[in-house]
């Protein structure tokens, strides 16, 4: 079975077959890690494959290739915008994660890096992030092989996502 760790690393330095964007609905380049992705990848490129899939829901995930990144592919997540958590985000957050894993072992992935979804700009709170992600991973490794790294920018980070393996 597959495995999960977390690195204080650029998730876009990272040798894995997918990365996770954490993106908007529109699928428009954005701040913070989705910023840092359409950069790496190649903006032009990148822009122009997220425009010929449109859009994606809140709560799914769609695929790209990863262009200029290490990455072969990069899946773009939709996680929701923190309202209190009465309006769905859990399960919204969760599906984010299912349906990113999903798409990375329907295209033959042995390994995907996720950042930590929706709790930048979004709001989700950090300790409920974690466990929502941490949870969602390990429920689809009790059925699928696959080695996810959560890629973390801090210290504090890394140290308080290892507290929910």
């Not at 995930?61 to 990455?71: E, H, Q, S, W």
């Not at 984010?96 to 990375?104: D, E, N, T």
Request: net charge negative.
């Amino acid at each position: 079975m597959g495995n999960i760790t977390i690195q204080k690393i650029d998730i876009t330095k990272l040798s894995v077959d997918a990365v996770v964007n954490a993106a908007n609905d529109g699928l428009r380049a954005g701040g913070g890690v989705c910023g840092a992705i359409f950069r790496a990848a190649g903006y032009d490129e990148l822009t122009a494959a997220c425009r010929k899939i449109g859009g994606c829901k809140t709560g799914s995930a769609v695929i790209t290739p990863g262009f200029a990144l290490p990455a072969s592919y990069v899946i773009h997540a939709v996680g929701p915008i923190w309202n209190g958590g009465s309006f769905g985000e859990r399960d919204q957050l969760y599906g984010a994660y299912a349906s990113s894993l999903a798409l990375a072992v329907e295209n033959g992935c042995k390994s995907i890096a996720f950042p930590l979804i929706s709790s930048g700009i979004y709001g989700y709170p950090v300790p409920e992030a974690w466990e929502v992600a941490i949870s969602a991973c390990k429920d689809f490794l009790a059925s699928n092989d696959i080695s996810i790294v959560f890629a973390v920018l801090t210290d504090d980070m890394k140290a308080l996502g290892e507290s929910f393996l």
